[in-house]
């Protein structure tokens, strides 16, 4: 009798979803239907930080029925990951794969939203993306973008591959309108921080540049290509970049030995060790590589609130299309829009407005 190739694919995919099933739980933490989780370790569940909506009265239902109390051990807002650790050591551990994901690939996302059993919802890896701004204001390292379908609840479970090991966590807290995993290398690794400091530390340098061009015989000195670099064009009283002697008009281009050629290049070296620590910041000051010594600091990330509108500042000015409204966080991203329209009402009563968002042609870090 022939093989039949299609029957022993269905069968090795409900093998894989059966063992990374074991690994993954229900985890209600907010007041709406529960969400998932992932076990990091017997201890210790990964989940999506936008689900986890409360600090106390936290359950978890593992893939055996057992429901475990859990109390929050860490959570970074930025990578929307957090980290819960039970009562009891009983989860059964998941298994990641070694290195990254490839396009291409068979990917099968994971949900226990219910305590009726595992859900599964099977696509493809269809790309794979370097640093990403969330809408948080963090910036993720990469993430996997797939077709499999990420129903209600799947957040903070597994996305896995043909052999049942973790690729990536399911989130929809990215603000990308798109089917998104965070790797399971990147997640793992800010597992770990939460585990040992209960927050992955983000810093902040303190200045406010724009990308601009290296030219080609500055990169003769600099001894290697690169197009592009950071502006200097304002230093902040008081931070690192102003202690360590960073001046306006310098140009950044480089960060603890990383290259530095756009916003997102530096905010992802401002993460993790060099918090607190002197780094080598380098630099061209009129045309001439220098290093400049810094101690970034930690960046300060906003309390968070359940359940509440933040009020923030809003400046406006009138222009002849409408006015526009610009706001600045501390020490955050800044957003400004514009608000067209004369507020005519049409034929059914409504005001007619659409709002434009304005790019800002620089960024703070």
Sequence with gaps: MADNTLAKLS????????????????????????????????????????????????????????????????????????????????ATPAETIEGKGRIGQIAIALGRPTSEGVQASFGIVSAQGGPVRTRRGGLLE??????????????????????????????????????????????WRVAANLKEHGSVKRGFLGVRSQLVEVPADAQKALG??????????????????????????????????????????????????VVGKPTELNVLRGGKPENVTVTVVERKEPKRRHGRRRRAMWRGRRHHGGIDFSHRGSHGPHSAFRFHGKGKRGRHGKAHFWVEHLDDEDTDE
Excluded: C, W
Excluded at 154 to 175: C, Y
Excluded at 238 to 266: F, K, N, Q, R, T
């Design 11 to 90: 069968a090795s995919m409900a093998d894989a979803v059966e063992k990374a099933g074991a690994a993954t739980v229900l985890v209600n933490a907010r007041k709406r239907m529960p969400a998932t989780g992932i076990a990091y370790d017997a201890e210790h569940i990964l989940t999506a930080d936008h689900v986890v909506q409360r600090d106390e009265d936290i359950k978890v239902i593992l893939a055996d029925g057992t429901e475990l109390s859990a109390t929050v051990a860490g959570r970074d807002p930025g990578s929307d990951l957090a980290l819960l650790k039970l009562e009891k050591a009983e």
């Design 142 to 187: 990469g993430h996997i973008r797939t077709d499999a379908i990420p129903y209600p609840g799947f957040s903070g479970g597994p996305l896995i591959d043909a052999d049942g090991k973790v690729i990536g966590i399911n989130t929809s807290g990215l603000g990308m309108g798109n089917s998104l995993a965070i790797p399971a290398d990147v997640a």
């Design 224 to 273: 290697r290509e690169q197009d592009s670099g950071l502006l200097v064009v304002g230093v902040e009283d008081g931070s690192p970049a102003a202690e360590g002697g960073l001046m306006v008009s310098d140009i950044i281009v480089g960060l603890a030995g990383e290259m530095v050629d756009d916003h997102d290049s530096l905010m992802a070296g401002l993460s993790g060790e």
